[in-house]
């Protein structure tokens, strides 16, 4: 059974502070790593993904992997009250298989 | 900017009836998914379809669910005989790419199963 592991929070950030969201995942041979948005009664929306160990930024975002300790990161910087929201951690296990696998999502605060 | 569109945006049905859910993936797009949303839980994957054939599905996705691509551009989820558990949010994504996590959500389908 392949897991993804979330704190659910929620985590409580002041606006313009760091937000570290992390996630561990069960299946060994995972492949790629996903952060998805939601918002409250919307559809998840991509914001990272990273293939290789090691850091990937992209504007406020670094998305960081460790595949020896399975672990995934979200680090937002300069945290903005838009940027209050679930953030569900998505793994894929490649080798033929199409599905991803979700956590069950941290709920983020940012405090104005 | 491209996007996938369901409908209808909200369902309520009877226990026992059979529901269609539709979806328009990005017109680029090859494959497509499903996946539902329970409220308060996880994103869970139903199936995925490439080239007019389930490409993988889940063990949720038993006997009394199918998905058709009918035209160019739908691409429809059935259940047959709708349970009380049934009741979830359905999203239907598209990728560019095969076994691809890059996903394009559509806005959700509620089902309400009474």
């Known amino acids: 059974q392949k897991e993804v592991e979330q704190n659910s929070g929620p985590l409580s950030v002041p606006e313009g502070a760091i937000a570290s969201l992390n996630c561990t995942y069960s299946?060994?041979?995972?492949?790629?790593f996903f952060w998805y948005r939601q918002y409250s009664g919307k559809s998840p929306e991509l914001i990272m993904f990273?293939?290789?160990?090691g850091d990937k930024e992209d504007g406020r975002f670094t998305a960081q992997l460790n595949k020896a300790s399975q672990y995934v990161s979200l680090l937002i910087r300069d945290s903005q009250p838009s940027d209050s929201a679930t953030y569900l951690c998505?793994?894929?296990?490649?080798?033929?298989?199409?599905?991803?696998?979700f956590g069950k999502g941290t709920h983020l605060i940012i405090q104005p | 900017e491209p996007e996938v569109t369901q409908t209808p945006s909200h369902q309520v049905t009877q226990m026992g009836q059979e529901v269609i859910l539709r979806c328009v993936p990005i017109?680029?797009?090859?494959?497509f998914y499903w996946y539902r949303q329970i409220l308060g839980q996880k994103v869970e994957f139903l199936v995925s379809?490439?080239?007019?054939?389930?490409?993988?599905k889940s063990e949720i996705f038993d006997d009394q669910f199918s998905v058709e691509r009918p035209d160019g551009s739908n691409f429809t989820l059935k259940i047959r005989s709708t349970k009380l558990e049934d009741s979830a949010m359905y999203f239907c994504?598209?990728?560019?790419?095969?076994?691809?996590?890059?996903?394009?959500f559509g806005e959700g389908s509620r089902l309400t199963v009474l």
């Open positions: 379809f490439y080239n007019n054939e389930i490409s993988e």
């Open positions: 998505a793994v894929h296990s490649g080798g033929g298989a199409d599905g991803l696998t």
């Open positions: 994504a598209s990728s560019e790419v095969r076994e691809s996590g890059e996903l394009f």
């Open positions: 017109s680029n797009h090859l494959y």
């Open positions: 299946d060994r041979g995972s492949q790629s």
């Open positions: 990273i293939y290789s160990n």
